[in-house]
């Protein structure tokens, strides 16, 4: 089965950095993306990366040019550089993958196995 654990997080003022990590275990999966839910809102998808041929990427509108998705695929990981933060990124934040050969998903139903979440707080 397929394990996912996640970090970095943490409380960071606006305009600041972090860098979130995932390392997967157990199986081999084409995409993985990131997403992340505030306080009484929905999970709403960041970003997303393919696991096979060369990079693709996808970003939320919210986050581009901000938000960098990378991986390492000798390491199985995956992490999220997250630059010029702002108070209304603060969420928990989720890792996922899939079997999306297709391309970088945005849909939540194509991610099958999930991280246990880290909190990002941002304050100015």
């Known amino acids: 089965q397929v394990h996912l654990v996640e970090s970095g997080g943490g409380l960071v003022q606006a305009g600041g950095s972090l860098r979130l990590s995932c390392a997967a275990s157990g199986r081999t999966f084409y995409t993985s993306g990131w997403f992340r839910q505030a306080p009484g809102k929905e999970r709403d998808f960041v970003a997303a990366?393919?696991?096979?041929?060369?990079?693709?990427?996808n970003y939320a509108d919210s986050v581009k040019g901000r938000f960098t998705n990378s991986r390492d695929n000798a390491k199985n990981t995956v992490d999220l550089q997250m630059d010029s933060l702002k108070p209304e990124d603060t969420a928990v934040y989720y890792c996922?993958?899939?079997?999306?050969?297709?391309?970088?998903?945005?849909?939540?139903?194509?991610?099958?196995?999930w991280g246990q979440g880290t909190q990002v707080t941002v304050s100015s």
């Open positions: 996922a993958v899939g079997p999306a050969y297709d391309g970088p998903t945005s849909s939540r139903s194509r991610y099958g196995f």
């Open positions: 990366i393919t696991w096979w041929g060369g990079i693709s990427t």
